[in-house]
């Protein structure tokens, strides 16, 4: 799920406490949801192709789904540039009053520069969508913490950027974390209604999820990379992001999805002609997946909105929050619909000693807690800001 912020020319906003307060609150509701639909998507049942019932298990249609989302985005971008365009048509000289950072197209090359990082974006999705399908999703948001490992290695090894001592004990404190969240997934018994996952496909999802993260590290560098020195609204490159990828899903990865051969919600092949029909034989299913594209396009504005109107601290804490909402709400569900969410289990504990320790690496890498006294660093690090400032998706 795309959740990472490209890098852009805007300055932080003031603005008043209640618009700052409610933006907030709609990131970590929408973020929130965004997972917690998807994973509801994989354990609700409906009537397929062949007539027989059988769980919405389509990584693929979780990308299509997810990318429709992102490239409102654009669409929203282009009716206010196509707008600006024509009031200045009428008016040249309320140019540089109507023209900002925020709203102005970036130079035409910058669309087709997009599609590097929407590639890698595309790729990692995918991978965590098909990991999504063995493990809760409150351990499949946690692995995803590992992006600060690949972050890291990134910048010391190939950036040139050396980490510091706090860096380096944050990284090994996130690497135990997600052993012991590992651990708890592997051991924990399932408590939903779905067939059980065995210890192998809970490893191999965490897997796929843990390597998905190197890829989206990846992304955040070819970003900054290729978007250096560009002025870029986030909007249009994060919407922009969504248009290729929707386009790479489904002109490209769809229709070879459904000619490759095994299983459906296995991860390679997936028909779908049976997820429209699916989605017709289920109120359900529908509703949900139209809910993701909503949820999904309101965390991208709201995490747009964060960035802007909020210091490093408020967006540092925003992730740690929002796995811990997920994880809550997902047992709650669990309460009232055993047949969905996460049940707690005698290794429920072992977990949330490795979110706890999760979250605390992840303060200590962003410079959020300090454990050692070392010079500031004139040069900033916008890999890191790109990473925690998340924003799609997802």
Request: hydrophobic share 50%; charged share 15%; glycine share 6%.
């Amino acid at each position: 799920m795309s959740e990472v912020e490209p890098q852009t020319p805007t300055k932080r906003q003031k603005v008043g406490f209640g618009v700052i307060f409610g933006w907030i609150v709609s990131f970590l509701i929408s973020g929130t949801c965004s997972l917690i639909f998807g994973k509801l998507l994989y354990q609700t049942q409906s009537i397929g192709r062949d007539g027989q019932y059988h769980h919405f298990e389509k990584p693929w249609f979780s990308n299509f789904i997810m990318f429709l989302g992102m490239s409102f985005l654009f669409f929203k971008f282009e009716i206010n540039a196509c707008a600006n365009d024509r009031k200045i048509a009428k008016n040249p000289e309320l140019a540089d009053k109507i023209l900002n950072e925020d709203n102005k197209r970036p130079q035409k090359s910058v669309y087709y520069k997009v599609l590097y990082p929407a590639f890698c974006d595309f790729l990692a999705s995918f991978i965590m969508f098909v990991g999504l399908l063995w493990i809760p999703v409150s351990i499949w948001q946690m692995i995803r913490g590992s992006i600060i490992l690949f972050t890291g290695l990134i910048r010391q090894y190939w950036l040139k950027k050396p980490l510091n001592k706090s860096e380096w004990t944050s990284l090994f404190i996130i690497f135990f974390s997600l052993i012991l969240v590992g651990a708890a997934s592997i051991f924990s018994e399932d408590t939903s209604a779905s067939e059980p996952v065995s210890a192998g496909l809970k490893i191999l999802g965490m897997f796929l999820v843990f390597i998905a993260q190197g890829i989206q590290a990846l992304q955040t560098v070819i970003e900054e990379h290729l978007l250096q020195g560009i002025e870029a609204p986030a909007t249009m490159v994060v919407g922009m992001e969504g248009v290729w990828g929707f386009l790479l899903t489904a002109c490209v990865a769809l229709p070879i999805a459904s000619i490759l051969p095994g299983e459906e919600g296995q991860g390679l092949h997936e028909d779908f002609i049976d997820s429209l029909i699916m989605c017709k034989n289920s109120m359900t299913v529908l509703t949900l997946n139209v809910l993701s594209v909503v949820v999904l396009l309101v965390f991208n504005l709201s995490s747009m909105r964060v960035t802007l109107y909020t210091n490093s601290l408020v967006r540092n804490l925003m992730e740690p929050v929002r796995t811990f909402l997920v994880w809550v709400t997902t047992v709650l569900i669990h309460c009232f619909w055993p047949a969905f969410g996460e049940g707690l289990t005698k290794w429920s504990w072992l977990q949330l000693a490795g979110f706890v320790v999760l979250s605390l690496g992840m303060l200590m890498f962003n410079g959020t807690i300090k454990l050692f006294k070392e010079e500031k660093k004139e040069e900033e690090k916008p890999i890191i800001d790109a990473e925690q400032n998340a924003a799609a998706a997802a």
